[in-house]
């Protein structure tokens, strides 16, 4: 009894990684998260009985892991992955959100959905097949997305009999493509999530590779980094004024702190307005502290009683972003409407909504090779574009490389609230290639 | 390896680490706020169960000084425990909170509802629900429900949109993308709300633990009469059971969720503070709803099912 109370006491104390996985039914991406929960002892007895019964009943002779991750009849009906699923487990050193994402063509605004929160990505390959067009794309959308930390996962090694030299072409394919993306870091595992191997387990089949395995990786992989060098953004949601007898004067504005950290005696400047004054203190949720950071949810007083309602967003005085209504993006589109030049639309940007209109959309860019099509005149379900944005309002925008929860936006559909696109702020791609690209097409107002 | 890109982790993470804890709990305000920021009137669904417990306790932290801008409403099936309305009303008492009840019984005496033969009642909140729902015109509607719990609560968005017949429709649910919830809904739609999504019974129970919630009494070790039905322990009560093949009991037991006295049931159990519950949880190999709901074993798609009608 002790024992598991005391490994509560190191439980209680863990981080949380976000992570995302891609990859096709084919990679082996399903019996990859099953091998994760399962080997992680993340899978309890009724829901592996659950499976079993499901798999009988389909005529499977062994358990199939993928049913632990499909929930929907359809899905199970059809063996596919048709949407986004959230799993949950936890070793005593982290707990892990996992957002499983199908890896088919049709499915792309699944994968940036997935990788819209994740720190971390999951790329599955075939062994067998290396790199392939697919591979390609899911690369693509993780440095589209900004995902800090990618992950190779080379799977299948048991049917190409282990060999390093396999593994070490794949991998290094695969780490100078998404190098020249600007994926900041790569790691290549090789794996077989059927038998096993460097998934949760060392694989006494590769004594060639010395690395961590998939879950090693994932519980040391670095969750949080120096605050005080970024961009400080707080979006204030939502203003807490009681006007009771026992805080007759309280006015604190409440919201998440979306990027860097605030200081008590800060200087800090509100946008759009542009009016400044200090935070006079810092409510962390029942206490009061002297600096608070990302994503930490508090709400902050000021010494001056100035207009800020929610939607405004209050920056360092040294340090806030430009204000323009003119906004160049990156989108993926995520409806099965399209979106088309002069469509009039809603634009929500933090905790600010706003009319606007799409002025122009420059250019299609297909994932598998980065190629461009200019005008396309509109935009379709999972393509992903740029665009250039008027809105009726200045919005305080940072570029998405600087700041994914302030460079990020939706574009909303006026008349029923349908999401209709994922936009982010500036340029597409931090890498070399993506700059090779943009030479060729300045010209067409492209800034790659 | 000269193809992988070596990088030494450190064991410890910089100053600026949140605790898991710290993360749930700072999203779920977040949520809780974006709610009050944009809808005009959201209520809380609350059943004196552990999860809406946590629910209002990070809606009071949420708007702490000032009250919470939200009122409460509960589907009473007639079939809960009394320690658990009793522990509902005090709760509501004192923190000054207007609360609603759509009660199933009285959709029953008026025949607008017709009893099940199992004699299950859980199910049969859908329909007061939806009628509340529509009756005070709420527009957000916030709900315990958590993705780990079930496969199909696995596919639910935090902010889940219904139809005026409160439909979900899993083939039509939006993207959500980064922190932006989109809330956007046509007159007589509304939106279920989720703020405990990404938690986990564990992080529930240490969270409460953590931040001293109190709970109601049969969350904890206790004797009770009971009865053996499907593999679960039953309360004895008049909602129809024990039935004259089953044979009543006193064991020592408590409750991991706290739904319908007809479908709940109880494991046996000497846990009687929350450390001893937290270890048998950690220990325990069944999850909770396997292990202790009848609701969700009718059928392999028994909560998608119930779902798109308009269940939470």
């Known amino acids: 009894m002790t024992s598991t109370t005391e490994q509560f006491a190191d439980v209680a104390a863990t981080t949380l990684l976000r992570f995302a996985t891609a990859g096709s039914v084919d990679d082996g991406k399903s019996t990859l998260v099953g091998r994760l929960l399962h080997d992680s002892k993340s899978v309890l007895t009724d829901q592996l009985e659950a499976v079993e019964a499901a798999s009988l009943k389909r005529g499977q002779e062994a358990p199939d892991l993928a049913l632990l991750t499909d929930g929907l009849r359809a899905e199970r009906e059809q063996g596919i992955t048709i949407d986004v699923a959230y799993r949950y487990f936890a070793t005593p050193r982290r707990r892990f959100i996992l957002a499983d994402t199908p890896g088919h063509v049709q499915y792309t605004r699944n994968m940036v959905t997935g990788a819209s929160t994740a720190e971390l990505a999951v790329v599955l390959v075939d062994a067998r097949n290396g790199v392939v067009e697919q591979t390609r794309r899911h690369a693509a959308v993780a440095a589209l997305l900004r995902v800090p930390h990618v992950v190779l996962a080379v799977n299948k090694m048991d049917l190409v009999d282990y060999a390093e030299p396999v593994f070490a072409a794949i991998a290094e394919e695969f780490t100078q493509y998404a190098s020249e993306l600007g994926v900041p870091e790569i790691t290549a595992i090789p794996i077989s999530a059927l038998a096993g191997d460097n998934v949760v387990e060392p694989s006494s089949n590769m004594d060639w590779y010395g690395g961590p395995t998939v879950l090693e990786h994932l519980e040391t992989v670095p969750v949080s980094h120096d605050l005080t060098a970024c961009h400080a953004r707080f979006p204030v949601q939502y203003v807490i004024r009681p006007q009771t007898a026992e805080h007759p004067d309280y006015r604190g504005y409440a919201g998440q702190i979306a990027a860097g950290a605030f200081r008590v005696g800060e200087q800090i400047t509100v946008l759009p307005s542009g009016r400044t004054s200090t935070i006079t203190g810092i409510d962390a949720l029942g206490e009061s502290v002297d600096i608070a950071w990302a994503p930490q949810s508090v709400t902050i007083r000021l010494a001056d009683d100035i207009d800020i309602s929610r939607g405004d967003l209050l920056a360092p005085s040294g340090d806030a972003p430009a204000t323009s209504q003119d906004v160049e993006a990156t989108v993926c589109h995520v409806a099965d409407r399209p979106l088309a030049v002069g469509q009039r639309v809603l634009l929500k940007h933090t905790t600010r909504t706003v009319k606007a209109i799409v002025k122009e959309i420059p250019s299609r860019l297909t994932l598998d090779d980065l190629s461009q099509h200019p005008e396309p005149g509109q935009l379709v379900a999972n393509d992903i574009g740029r665009v250039k944005v008027r809105t009726a309002e200045p919005l305080a925008l940072d570029a998405y490389k600087d700041s994914r929860r302030t460079g990020s936006f939706l574009l909303i559909d006026p008349a029923d609230g349908t999401t209709l696109a994922a936009g982010m702020a500036g340029e597409s791609f931090a890498g070399a290639k993506a700059a090779a690209v943009a030479e060729t097409t300045e010209d067409e107002g492209w800034d790659f | ?312």
């Not at chain 2, 009628?131 to 958590?146: K, L, M, P, T």
């Open chain 2, 1 to 312: 390896m000269t193809t992988t890109v070596a990088h030494v982790h450190e064991e410890t993470d910089s100053p600026f680490a949140l605790s898991h804890l710290d993360s749930l709990e700072s999203e779920a305000v977040h949520i809780f706020r974006e709610v009050a920021g944009e809808f005009e009137r959201p209520v809380i669904l609350f059943s004196g169960g552990k999860d809406s417990i946590v629910m209002l306790h990070l809606a009071l932290k949420a708007f702490a000084p000032a009250p919470v801008p939200f009122t409460l409403l509960h589907v009473d099936t007639g079939h809960n425990f009394p320690e658990v309305l009793d522990y509902r009303d005090r709760v509501v008492a004192q923190h000054g909170l207007r609360l609603h009840v759509a009660s199933v019984q009285e959709y029953i005496d008026a025949g607008k509802l017709r009893e099940r033969p199992d004699g299950t009642r859980n199910p049969l909140q859908t329909v007061p629900l939806t009628e509340a729902i529509q009756q005070h015109r709420f527009d957000a509607v916030f709900g315990g429900g958590r993705r780990d719990e079930e496969k199909a609560r696995a596919k639910e968005r935090v902010f889940s949109l219904r139809d005026e017949f409160s439909q979900w429709d899993p083939r039509r649910q939006r993207p959500e993308l980064w922190q932006l919830y989109n809330g956007r809904h046509a007159p007589g739609e509304h939106v279920r709300v989720f703020p405990l999504s990404n938690w986990t019974e564990l992080d529930v129970w240490q969270y409460i633990q953590r931040e001293k919630i109190e709970l109601p009494e049969i969350y904890f070790a206790h004797e009770r009469e009971v009865f053996a039905r499907s593999g679960m322990w039953l309360t004895a009560g008049e909602w129809g059971g024990p039935k004259e093949s089953e044979t009543v009991e006193t064991r020592l037991i408590r409750y991991r969720t706290v739904g319908d006295m007809s479908c709940t049931g109880a494991v046996d159990s000497d846990a009687t503070t929350l450390d001893a519950v937290i270890a048998e949880i950690a220990a325990s190999r069944l999850t909770e709803r396997g292990a202790t709901r009848a609701d969700d074993k009718m059928s392999e798609a028994a909560m998608e099912d119930r779902k798109r009608e308009g269940y939470f």
